[in-house]
């Protein structure tokens, strides 16, 4: 009977000292260590028997599972989220904006890149972001998928399959190019996108994406050159899609009729309801990032929510003092560039300063957009750099600023991370992640463009700009009203 | 039968035709004529029902655009202003028999005035000929 007891005391203890993994913060670095339980075999507990002992692994198995569950759960959720942040939410948000003869063309771009990067991703995409271990871009060891399947990538994501893994990161993927279009939208060729983004991604992206948040990447947080911290893609994402996108607009020109012509945009509803889409989808986009159910993610995920919020409520408030008025375009523009503010901070900053980032990201975007943008009159045509390049761009610094490491010790246990805990410094290394997507977005672009334009060309003819790309482009109508 | 002369100030034509006093009414007693009402898109319901109360049937209404000395407004989309001067209105056209346009045009006179600017025009055309499609019916008694 006393064995019993003793037996069952034992139980108890491994249950507890098991549980205990469930709670502790997880990073966000590529070499996260999975979350093991402590070994039940530890000076505390009186020496046990081979069989507890093989019954206490199995409890240990079982408490990895369920946080692994947990996890994928949740990964595989954000995945399809990021996703639906491509398609419709963007597809609605830039729609709405372009006149109606434009409509399926910009919704169609975005669309492209659901395949078209899905594609290049298996073949060779996601090897080269997260392949290898060299400063710059990867290698080929998983082309074609070769080597992800349901086991773990210990340098990444230690508790979700690779697939998992993979299939969240092709999604950030999609979305980079298409948020290019905004800039280019109404006078771009289709040919000149497919075979554009298809270079950008190999060129720019890649590298990009392999030196913030590959092994061994030259601005990756943990172990880098310049650890940089972005945390979901304020970098990768938003720098290197919006300065690509001013590029392209410079080089393309003025649409025919800019700024003379009213252009209104056709229909502020499907931009609102794409806005509120991105707005939900960011969810998985940031507090994805936490690659994990932790609390890392529930942080992030607030962390986002009031960036969103707050930016809202800023560029709100500059256009009813400017205006009089507070447009329903100005409130999702402001709500998109907080989004965009806070992605690179969103695991690393506590919520107040979340918000603060939300009010000074709405309100410079908004000058960016309102007034920069007249000042040096490029046709940007839907704000791709005045929202994503410029909002990234901020984000990116503010990081440096408000990073803690009571939010996320990515540093390691007690190394001061941003500015709020003394490492002022950070901000420095945030600026060279910030020169570096610049300098790599510019002259990647700039030569990318030209090629594209010798061989399919890159801007729709005149004729076929101002007869309307959807069906001069793709043979479309968007409304056939009389029918 | 009409007189007509140049003004030598200005080279501008004058004139007037005889018995317009008559001209509605018309000398032959069969005229048919065209109204084109453009009213406020508010009173839009109210002028439909009291034709319909004045035993008016056929009306064709559009969709129009458009103003008079009304000033329109500005919209502001992320800081570039576009001013709209071109007003929402409705079109409303209608052939009658000459006996009914007075009573028409009192009705919608009555139903569609606000009293501000940009309450709209009524304009009254002769028509040459009306023909029922279904059975080839000329005249007044197509309408």
């Known amino acids: 009977m006393m064995k019993r007891m003793g037996l069952k005391c034992c139980l108890m203890l491994a249950m507890v000292l098991g549980a205990v993994p469930l709670s502790s913060r997880q990073t966000t670095t590529p070499a996260a260590t999975p979350s093991s339980a402590t070994p039940a075999s530890s000076t505390r507990t009186p020496p046990i028997s081979r069989e507890l002992s093989a019954r206490l692994d199995d409890i240990d198995q079982k408490v990895a599972a369920a946080q692994s569950a947990g996890d994928n759960a949740w990964m595989l959720v954000s995945a399809a989220l990021v996703l639906l942040m491509t398609g419709p939410g963007l597809a609605l948000f830039y729609g709405g904006l372009v006149r109606r003869k434009n409509a399926l063309a910009i919704m169609m771009q975005s669309f492209a890149m659901m395949g078209l990067i899905t594609v290049l991703w298996a073949l060779v995409g996601y090897s080269l972001c997260f392949g290898g271990s060299g400063p710059i871009i990867g290698d080929f060891a998983h082309a074609f998928l070769r080597g992800v399947g349901v086991a773990p990538n210990p340098d990444y994501a230690g508790t979700i399959p690779q697939l998992t893994f993979m299939v969240y990161q092709l999604m950030f993927a999609v979305i980079t190019p298409a948020l290019i279009t905004g800039a280019t939208a109404e006078r771009m060729k289709f040919s000149g996108t497919v075979l554009f983004m298809t270079l950008w991604f190999l060129i720019v992206y890649a590298p990009l994406a392999h030196m913030v948040w590959g092994k061994g990447g030259l601005l990756n947080a943990n172990g880098g050159r310049f650890p940089c911290l972005d945390f979901a893609g304020g970098t990768v994402v938003h720098i290197s899609s919006g300065v690509s996108a001013l590029v392209c607009a410079l080089y393309m020109g003025k649409r025919v009729g800019f700024p003379k012509q009213p252009m209104p945009p056709h229909s502020l509803v499907l931009s609102f309801i794409g806005a509120c889409l991105l707005w939900v989808g960011w969810f998985g986009f940031n507090a994805g990032s936490a690659l994990a159910a932790s609390g890392l993610a529930s942080s992030a995920f607030v962390a986002t929510h009031f960036g969103a919020a707050g930016a809202a409520f800023s560029w709100s408030a500059a256009e009813w003092i400017k205006n009089g008025k507070a447009s329903a375009l100005g409130a999702i523009s402001g709500a998109v560039a907080g989004l965009v503010a806070i992605t690179p901070a969103a695991g690393f900053v506590a919520p107040i300063p979340a918000l603060i980032i939300g009010l000074i990201a709405g309100v410079c975007c908004y000058l960016m957009v309102t007034k920069v943008k007249a000042i040096f009159g490029y046709d940007d045509a839907l704000d791709a750099f005045g929202v994503h390049g410029a909002g990234g761009t901020i984000g990116a610094l503010l990081t440096g600023v408000f990073a803690q490491s009571i939010i996320n010790p990515i540093f390691g246990e007690g190394k001061s991370v941003g500015g709020l805990d003394g490492h002022w410094g950070q901000i420095g290394n945030q600026l060279v992640g910030v020169l570096i997507a610049w300098g790599l977005a510019l002259v990647g672009t700039i030569a990318i463009a030209k090629v594209t334009d010798m061989i399919t060309g890159f801007r729709a003819s005149e004729e076929h700009e101002v007869e309307g790309l959807d069906v001069t482009q793709h043979g479309e109508e968007a409304y056939y009203l009389e029918s | ?143």
């Open chain 2, 1 to 143: 039968m009409g007189i007509f002369f140049r003004c030598p100030k200005d080279h501008k034509l004058w004139g007037t035709v005889a018995g317009t006093e008559n001209a509605i009414g018309g000398r032959s007693g069969k005229s048919m004529m065209k109204l084109e009402a453009i009213i406020q898109p508010s009173r839009f319901e109210s002028v439909k029902d009291a034709l319909r109360e004045a035993g008016i049937e056929g009306m064709t209404v559009t969709e129009v655009r458009g103003h008079g000395r009304q000033k329109g407004h500005t919209e502001v989309y992320r800081g570039r202003e576009y001013t709209v001067d071109l007003l929402p209105k409705i079109k409303l056209e209608m052939v009658l028999p000459d006996r009914l346009v007075n009573t028409v045009v009192d009705t919608i006179l009555k139903t569609a005035k606000t009293g501000k600017i940009g309450d709209g025009k009524i304009f009254l055309t002769r028509v040459e000929e009306a023909i029922r499609i279904r059975n080839e019916e000329r005249g007044e008694n197509a309408l």
